[in-house]
DNA sequence: TTCATATCGAGACCAGTGCTCTCGAATGGG
DNA sequence: CCCATTCGAGAGCACTGGTCTCGATATGAA
């Protein structure tokens, strides 16, 4: 693979721009983020970073697939550490896991569930990482539903219909057993967690909730039946069982 | 109040400048709100535009303030116009009238929805005009409870431990009816609802979902009785209850 | 080993931005 | 009517993203 010692420091540098881009998007958030700032701090002419990325978006393509992978590796361990045998508790799991991977890294998330910056349209290179968090949740699903436990939504099958022909081929590609009806629920599902989340990270719940923690858990659960996922145990058992 | 020709024209001149900016805010977004393309839009010196907003940070208040009213506004009016007898179907009115308006001015919500920009915190002045639109909601509650249909969340008292002192004092202001316990209720509520409309204007349901009404409106009525609102009628009898 | 070629980084440069300062002109109240 | 206040213009500063050219350097082939 490694052709010669040109690509190799070809490799280097490029890492390394982007890992300073990385700090400094940590650090300030992505609208302080410039070319001009990482050139400086790797002792290198602005213009030698055009070398490695035509343009600022690029590069910030490159730090958003980045974030997209941490998060999904995120929800991804989080779902496998906490196993199928309890499909709510692999549910609390996940989502818990995704908001503590947003609220450690506030400007990353934001760079990917924030207001998308105008004429941008996410590259196809994005689509692929950005998919793995919403996979996640579908696992949990499936995992009820192959132990039989998925509830069923009597009446809303003709909401299947609204399903996108693409999303329809997504859902039911072979290797997934998601019921369409399921699948339909959890898009929604998975808009309003991230509702959830984002309002703490951009600060909204500032002076108004101080247990986040429990007030997140509570509405999490509620999103879990909602996605049909039934309470283990009896009632208010569910808590408990949750892994609390 | 007005003491004479100079303060009317620096009004006018002021107003113009803001008018200026919302058009290019609605057109391409606040990113690519300029000062200087402002004045040059209105024939003035970049220099002169100093005299009315000391800062382009200032500005955007402005537009922010502008934003959240409007939003309020719409909120407010889709309240009204509904009445108070039914609270599932003014909570369907208040939500639909949030979505309508997101939709319609997708830069203007994901400038008070989106991402903050960094080192920004929200000015006093804005703290109102964003009330408006969860106090709408927490209307919506208020009349279900004053009917007394407003469902109880037994087990959850503890809950309301949480809630910051800040808050307390807001929900239980003279004047404001709602349990605490409904109200820490809402906030998730509040933030999932938001989550949802966010997913759609920042084009996450793109190629997924096709039937975007039918989607918002069947998770908005979950989330109504998340709220503690309990449907109308019986069972199925819900959604058309509520105004389809 | 030698040499042509491809790659690299530096630096100058362009257009644009937010913002400050100064200066002359208009204006309106006393 | 006159003088102080207000206004807009314009120059200028420091910064941004992005392009271009030009030497230096390393690479692969002869």
Redesign the interface.
């Known amino acids: 693979m490694i052709r010669g010692a040109r690509e190799r420091a070809r490799a280097e540098v490029g890492a390394a721009i982007k890992e300073e881009a990385g700090r400094q998007l940590a650090a ?2 992505a ?2 983020l410039s070319l001009r700032a990482v050139a400086r701090e790797l002792g290198l002419a602005p213009s030698a970073v055009y070398r490695y990325f035509p343009n600022r978006d690029d590069l910030l393509t490159a730090l958003i697939v980045g974030a997209y992978d941490a998060l999904g590796a995120a929800a991804e361990t989080a779902l496998a550490d906490a196993g199928t045998a309890d499909p709510l508790r692999s549910w609390m799991a996940v989502c818990r896991a995704i908001r503590g991977w947003a609220l450690a890294r506030p ?1 990353e998330y ?2 990917i569930y ?6 941008y ?1 996410a590259p196809p290179d994005t689509v692929g990482p950005a998919s793995r968090v919403p996979l996640a949740l579908v696992g949990v699903v499936e995992a009820a539903d192959a132990a039989g436990t998925l509830a069923s939504f009597p ?2 099958g003709q ?1 299947d ?4 022909a ?2 329809r081929r997504l859902f039911q590609d072979p290797g997934r057993t998601i019921p369409l009806t399921a699948a ?2 959890l ?10 989340i ?3 990270v ?4 500032d ?6 923690d ?3 858990d ?2 999490v659960l ?2 879990a039946h ?1 996605a049909g996922l039934r309470p283990t145990g009896t009632g ?1 058992a569910a808590e408990s069982a949750a892994g609390r």
Chains 1, 2 share one sequence.
């Open positions: 300030e958030g609208a302080q400007h934001a760079l924030g207001s998308p910056v105008p004429g349209d009446g809303s909401q219909e609204g399903v996108s693409d999303a339909v629920r898009v929604a599902v998975w808009a309003q967690l991230f509702g959830l984002s309002f703490e951009f600060g909204r719940f002076r108004i909730i101080d247990a986040r429990d007030v997140f509570r509405a509620d999103l909602q208010s």
